[in-house]
């Protein structure tokens, strides 16, 4: 079976990728669709990164054109609200889905479901829905007990590891700008 993995940033995708070729896929290749990172220079910070740890550990990965105007259209008037997560997971699982379907993909996935400061119920609703709407299968695994490792591999191997999800609403959180 053929997996499409949606990658949010390469130390995310060391654990993921040895756990599903473990499994019963044959074949994973990342797809690195993530407009909402801001700004550019973070986005190539995160692009050059996941070049590097999928050179490391030998799959290959799709990065489409960055296109952050698409997540800005997305999250219009959302900025202050707890949904801006959830339009910016479906805007990203929509088109890994999308894209999957189009290139003979059996299922897909997302590493954000390592992450434990990410909601785990919404993001398998999200792709749940999403699978549904485009006769897709998400195939789901709670990756959460391998974050840990997957920072330290990370760490071990020198790759950067930013310090917010990416967009600029959570980095003004996290910096609290005033």
Same mark, same amino acid.
């Given at each position: 079976?053929?997996?499409?993995?949606?990658?949010?940033?390469?130390?995310?995708?060391?654990?993921?990728?040895?756990?599903?070729?473990?499994?019963?896929?044959?074949?994973?290749?990342?797809?690195?669709?993530?407009?909402?990172?801001?700004?550019?220079?973070?986005?190539k910070?995160?692009?050059?990164?996941?070049?590097?740890?999928?050179?490391?550990?030998?799959?290959?990965?799709?990065?489409? %054109? &960055?296109?952050?105007? =698409?997540?800005? *259209?997305?999250?219009?008037? !959302?900025?202050?609200?707890?949904?801006?997560?959830? +339009?910016?997971?479906?805007?990203?699982?929509?088109?890994?889905?999308?894209y999957?379907?189009?290139?003979?993909?059996?299922?897909?996935?997302?590493?954000?479901l390592?992450? %434990? &400061?990410?909601?785990? =119920?919404?993001? *398998?609703?999200?792709g749940? !829905?999403?699978?549904?709407?485009?006769?897709?299968? +998400?195939?789901?695994?709670?990756?959460?007990?391998?974050?840990?490792?997957?920072?330290?591999?990370?760490?071990?191997?020198?790759l950067?590891?930013?310090?917010?999800?990416?967009?600029?609403?959570?980095?003004?959180?996290?910096?609290?700008?005033?």
């Amino acid at each position: 079976m053929k997996l499409l993995l949606h990658i949010c940033c390469g130390p995310c995708a060391l654990y993921p990728v040895k756990e599903l070729l473990s499994k019963k896929f044959d074949k994973i290749t990342g797809f690195f669709y993530n407009p909402n990172i801001h700004p550019p220079s973070e986005y190539k910070k995160r692009k050059d990164t996941l070049s590097e740890a999928a050179s490391k550990t030998g799959f290959e990965v799709i990065m489409p %054109p &960055y296109k952050m105007e =698409e997540y800005f *259209r997305k999250v219009m008037s !959302k900025e202050d609200s707890p949904e801006r997560c959830s +339009f910016c997971w479906e805007l990203r699982l929509s088109e890994t889905a999308s894209y999957a379907k189009k290139n003979g993909f059996d299922a897909f996935t997302t590493t954000l479901l390592i992450s %434990p &400061y990410q909601d785990h =119920e919404k993001i *398998r609703e999200i792709g749940e !829905k999403i699978a549904a709407e485009n006769s897709a299968q +998400f195939y789901y695994q709670d990756f959460r007990p391998y974050f840990k490792d997957a920072q330290e591999q990370a760490k071990k191997e020198n790759l950067y590891r930013q310090k917010y999800c990416g967009c600029v609403f959570s980095e003004l959180e996290r910096v609290k700008v005033t």
